[in-house]
């Protein structure tokens, strides 16, 4: 009877071993806090360099315009709209071609690749010049996407309107990283006309703000690598059925004794 008991009792202890070690994880402080070197009052000049330039495949809208708009009208494209829109007359967009140039009215083709917005805006004044008296010239990246992957609430490609986000911004478009996000490495893939080029950035540091990659530009890939947490919960996943199972094998043993017993 005694030996019985103690095997009822030993089958008992190690099913609530099995199932503890299953369930049971812990997560440290320092893995899922950002900025985590900054003290409690501290200022931080921003000596930020950052100027987004046009790259190949870049969208361009630039429009053209004077106090006399019959003069600025050759320089500015239109098309005309869909049902949709009511068939009106819709600006036409210039795409950045592989040689990194665009085709602009009157003026031919122009480069622009590498160059800043103001840059260019610079350059069509001087070019304008002799058809046209001080123009106003509005310049803007239509299809300013940055991709946000891997352990993030809400992966996907975001539309960016204006010129500059961080990389903190493009997370939380993304609705910030998951628990088992590795903060301290976050991959950054950035395109330089058919070149990639892989950065790393710890944003657990406040040193994160001076990374080349702190500013996203366009088409950036921003990747989000799962924590040592996510892949030991990963390979326990597939554990835990077999777990369970030598848990249930244990309990249902257990009762089969006691049942005999009576």
Same mark, same amino acid.
């Given at each position: 009877m005694n030996r019985l008991i103690t095997t009822i009792k030993n089958n008992a202890f190690f099913a609530i071993l099995i199932l503890s070690v299953v369930i049971s994880s812990c997560a440290s402080k320092k893995d899922v806090v950002y900025?985590?070197? =900054?003290?409690?009052?501290? /200022?931080? =000049?921003d000596d930020?360099?950052? =100027?987004? %330039?046009? %790259? @190949?495949?870049?969208?361009?809208? #630039?429009?053209?315009?004077?106090?006399?708009?019959? !003069?600025?009208?050759?320089?500015?494209?239109y098309k005309t709209g869909g049902q949709e829109s009511?068939?009106?007359?819709?600006?036409?967009?210039?795409?950045?071609?592989?040689g990194g140039e665009i085709d602009f009215p009157v003026i031919g083709k122009?480069?622009?690749?590498?160059?800043?917005?103001?840059?260019?805006?610079?350059?069509?004044?001087?070019?304008?010049?002799?058809?046209? %008296?001080?123009?106003?010239?509005?310049?803007?990246?239509?299809?300013?996407?940055?991709?946000?992957?891997?352990? =993030?609430n809400r992966p996907g490609t975001y539309l960016i309107n204006g010129e500059e986000i961080t990389i903190m911004e493009a997370l939380g478009l993304a609705g910030d990283m998951t628990i088992k996000g590795m903060r301290r490495n976050v991959? @950054?893939?950035?395109?330089?006309?058919?070149t990639k080029v892989?950065?790393? #950035?710890?944003?657990?540091s406040k040193n994160a703000t001076?990374?080349?990659?702190y500013y996203l530009t366009q088409n950036d890939v921003v990747y989000v690598e799962p924590n040592k947490s996510?892949? /030991?919960? *990963?390979?326990?996943?597939?554990? !835990?059925?077999?777990?369970? *199972?030598? !848990? *249930?094998?244990?309990? /249902?043993? /257990?009762?089969?004794?006691?049942?005999?017993?009576?």
């Open positions: 900025f985590q070197d =900054v003290g409690g009052f501290e /200022t931080i =000049v930020d360099s950052f =100027v987004p %330039k046009f %790259k @190949v495949d870049d969208l361009v809208s #630039i429009h053209i315009s004077t106090l006399n708009p019959e !003069a600025s009208a050759p320089f500015n494209l009511g068939y009106r007359l819709e600006q036409v967009n210039y795409l950045v071609d592989q122009i480069k622009i690749v590498g160059l800043s917005p103001e840059e260019l805006r610079v350059m069509l004044r001087e070019e304008l010049a002799e058809y046209l %008296k001080n123009p106003i010239i509005n310049i803007r990246l239509v299809n300013f996407t940055v991709s946000v992957l891997g352990e =993030v991959l @950054v893939i950035r395109d330089f006309d058919g892989y950065y790393r #950035i710890d944003l657990t001076k990374s080349p990659v996510a892949i /030991t919960s *990963s390979a326990l996943d597939n554990r !835990a059925t077999i777990a369970v *199972s030598i !848990a *249930s094998v244990l309990i /249902t043993s /257990t009762v089969l004794l006691i049942t005999q017993t009576n």
